[in-house]
Nanobody, 120 residues
Framework: QVRIVESGGGLVQSGGSLSLSCAAS????????MAWHRQAPGNERELVAR???????NCADSVKGRFTISRDNANNTMHLQMNSLRPEDTAVYYC??????????????WGQGTQVTVSS
């Protein structure tokens, strides 16, 4: 079993900052990739940023220059530093991880999500 837990959401004023964290735990052999997604009411879920095991990463155009993704492979954790937040960043943010489990194959695992609200 693998557990994905997000933390760090909350309410912030426009222009402010928040940091999100994600931790994967369980029978993990390797975390191949970790990513942040978000879903605002009435919208489809979208990829915000992704970090790969080899150290490469990418961010959506809408957050480039404002959001920074970082990752600790040894501890299966990931962070998203969000600066210059805008009201349109308001959404539930989800952490996902592609995990190669010990003797149980590779799985795409998701957390429950954490709310980020940016007031204008």
């Amino acid at each position: 079993q693998v557990r994905i837990v997000e933390s760090g959401g909350g309410l912030v004023q426009s222009g402010g900052s928040l940091s999100l964290s994600c931790a994967a735990s369980g029978s993990i052999f390797r975390t191949i990739a970790m990513a942040w997604h978000r879903q605002a009411p009435g919208n489809e879920r979208e990829l915000v940023a992704r970090s790969n095991y080899d150290g490469t990463s990418n961010c959506a155009d809408s957050v480039k220059g404002r959001f920074t993704i970082s990752r600790d492979n040894a501890n299966n954790t990931m962070h998203l530093q969000m600066n210059s937040l805008r009201p349109e960043d308001t959404a539930v943010y989800y952490c996902s991880a592609i995990i190669r489990m010990v003797r149980l194959g590779t799985h795409d695992c998701w957390g429950q999500g954490t709310q980020v609200t940016v007031s204008s």
